[in-house]
T-cell receptor, first 120, second 112 residues
Framework: AQTVTQSQPEMSVQEAETVTLSCTYD???????LFWYKQPPSRQMILVIR??????QNATENRFSVNFQKAAKSFSLKISDSQLGDAAMYFC?????????????????FGQGTILTVHP | DVKVTQSSRYLVKRTGEKVFLECVQD?????MFWYRQDPGLGLRLIYF???????EKGDIPEGYSVSREKKERFSLILESASTNQTSMYLC???????????FGQGTRLTVV
């Protein structure tokens, strides 16, 4: 079974600064997806960024980028030029890319979450 | 845009009551999921369904059941609610191919 670990329960950053959220995972699979989801106080989960394990290039979405280290099973999220609207709970998540016996139809395994506070 | 709608944002029920949490998606997704969110534990999978009338247990199915009679609707049932089922419940849906999952706004259930 896969596991995802976020070792930072809380992080804080000054507005306009850069912050990095950590995530490690454990899997025996070679083909999978990794995600960062954002959950603001509205509780709506929003996909921030996605990484396919077969891609060596790190994913980037505007101010959000990842550092994907497949051998180390590490997947950190960097937020540049932090904004007040970035304040939220952030979850790292894993999804298998293949259906093994019909039991992994898009199931996500989540980390514990990191609460990000942005100070003005 | 994909929309996943959960029937209630807040729910208060009494111990022993039968509770239904409803989820509807409007994008013809094959897969639907129920997760439970607790502080320090992240989201944990309760049950999922990959087709009408098909269901699979997730990581924490005890005390729960599900129903999927129509493709767009996935219900979570607490047969006899207990206080340790007080939690946030999130529904999600996805296609089997593209990896993104889409979430509802969550139901915060309190069992008293």
């Amino acid at each position: 079974a896969q596991t995802v670990t976020q070792s930072q329960p809380e992080m804080s950053v000054q507005e306009a600064e850069t912050v990095t959220l950590s995530c490690t995972y454990d899997t025996s699979e070679s083909d999978y997806y990794l995600f960062w989801y954002k959950q603001p106080p509205s509780r709506q989960m929003i996909l921030v960024i996605r990484q396919e394990a077969y891609k060596q290039q790190n994913a980037t979405e505007n101010r959000f980028s990842v550092n994907f280290q497949k051998a180390a099973k590490s997947f950190s999220l960097k937020i540049s030029d932090s904004q007040l609207g970035d304040a939220a709970m952030y979850f790292c998540a894993y999804r298998s890319a293949t259906n093994a016996g019909g039991t992994s139809y898009g199931k996500l395994t989540f980390g514990q979450g990191t609460i990000l506070t942005v100070h003005p | 845009d994909v929309k996943v709608t959960q029937s209630s944002r807040y729910l208060v029920k009494r111990t022993g009551e039968k509770v239904f949490l409803e989820c509807v998606q409007d994008m013809d997704h094959e897969n639907m999921f129920w997760y439970r969110q607790d502080p320090g534990l992240g989201l944990r999978l309760i049950y999922f369904s990959y087709d009408v009338k098909m269901k699979e247990k997730g990581d924490i199915p005890e005390g729960y059941s599900v129903s999927r009679e129509k493709k767009e609707r996935f219900s979570l049932i607490l047969e006899s609610a207990s206080t340790n089922q007080t939690s946030m419940y999130l529904c999600a849906s996805s296609l089997t191919g593209p990896p993104e999952a889409f979430f509802g706004q969550g139901t915060r259930l309190t069992v008293v």
